[in-house]
């Protein structure tokens, strides 16, 4: 299957990284995006959408959804930095002023930049949890925090969507999924959502290669929290159930958003244009509010209101090799979903050539 889409003449390297991209891939297929001083210069995709013999799986459309997992986060981040800026969540309150039921002594903030330590379920769920936004709800409004919140931080891997999430119906009254769709995509035409109906979940591509090689990997080298802050509920990293109608259809904002390369790319493109949050709060929610060991990954890292930071950039990657982003001194955002799970070297491959086409320096290491 060949490559489909565009790249302006002065990103033909870029197409021709994502061909190189394509053709190392062993299962489902990709697509990468960028904006680049405002405007929209690359949009490719390629690739089957399905596994199945050579020449039979249907290809990769322009209009395939895929999970990117943990790029969804900022998505949902964005719904209750919206109600920051109306006025309806502050910051700084207690979650309890909105969700009394909540036990961790955490505030808003601490919520958004993943210090409120609400990061594992002490007690075994089903994968049928996932499914149940007022059960899981439930449970992490009575879960002890792993640390004092505001002490520490570690990414909230399967929940951050749900805690978020909650603040936004809690103030709000509607869903993040709703939300989401009536306040930030569908008015900026950005084709990403939580919840799938049965008309997306049609052009919705299987995720391939999550093996148990891929899950051991994941956990190589983590602290042991890691494990329990990703593994219960069982079945985030499993093939039958991300890629099953119930997963498709639930909303599990920290990692079942489904959207294509194109919305990511454009989603930082509404930041950075100031058309989804104010200049002063973007300003806020991408300046880092901590720094250092993260509990849960375990490497150092800094946590904006919902996006890691890292020198002049700010975005989200997500398991699997997923990125979305935006590098505002360099004058680009980027955005890469792929339906084979593997490392990040693809993007990074991407947005380096993307940065040498622009004539600015490789990413740090």
């Known amino acids: 299957m060949g490559i489909e889409g565009h790249a302006d003449a002065r990103f033909g390297p870029v197409r021709d990284c994502f061909a190189e991209v394509i053709g190392g891939q062993a299962g489902t297929g990709a697509a990468f995006a960028a904006w680049c001083d405002g405007r929209p210069v690359v949009d490719l995709w390629g690739g089957p959408a399905r596994p199945g013999p050579a020449g039979a799986a249907p290809p990769w459309q322009a209009g395939s959804l895929v999970q990117p997992y943990s790029v969804s986060k900022p998505f949902v981040a964005v719904c209750a930095l919206r109600l920051v800026q109306t006025g309806q969540l502050d910051l700084d309150a207690p979650v309890q002023r909105y969700w009394p039921e909540f036990r961790a002594p955490a505030t808003v903030r601490h919520v958004l930049s993943h210090q409120a330590g609400v990061v594992a379920l002490d007690r075994p769920e089903p994968t049928g949890t996932f499914c149940d936004w007022d059960r899981m709800c439930v449970l992490l409004a009575g879960q002890e925090p792993s640390w004092a919140p505001g002490t520490a931080h570690g990414e909230s891997a399967l929940f951050y969507g ?30 990403f959502s939580f919840g799938l109906s049965p008309t997306q979940q049609a052009r919705t591509v299987d995720l391939t290669g999550l093996d148990e090689a891929f899950r051991a990997a994941a956990v190589a080298g983590r602290p042991a929290l890691y494990q329990q802050a990703t593994a219960n509920p069982p079945g985030a990293f499993d093939a039958d159930v991300v890629n099953s109608p119930a997963w498709r259809a639930a909303e599990i904002p920290a990692v079942n958003g489904h959207g294509t390369a194109r919305a990511v790319a454009g989603f930082y493109q509404g930041l950075v244009s100031h058309d989804l949050l104010s200049p002063g709060l973007l300003t806020e929610a991408v300046t880092p509010q901590c720094a250092g060991p993260d509990r849960v990954f375990g490497h150092d890292n800094a946590w904006g209101l919902g996006f890691g930071v890292e020198g002049d950039c700010f975005g989200m990657g997500g398991s699997g090799g997923n990125y979305g982003g935006a590098c505002p001194a360099g004058g680009y955002c980027v955005g890469f979903v792929t339906g084979s799970v593997g490392s990040f070297d693809r993007v990074e491959a991407l947005e380096n050539t993307l940065r040498d086409c622009l004539g600015l320096p490789p990413l740090p290491q």
């Open 162 to 191: 749900h805690l978020v999430g909650e603040l936004v119906r809690r103030a709000d009254g509607r869903g993040p999924g709703r939300f989401l769709r009536e306040e930030v995509c569908g008015p900026a035409g950005l084709d």
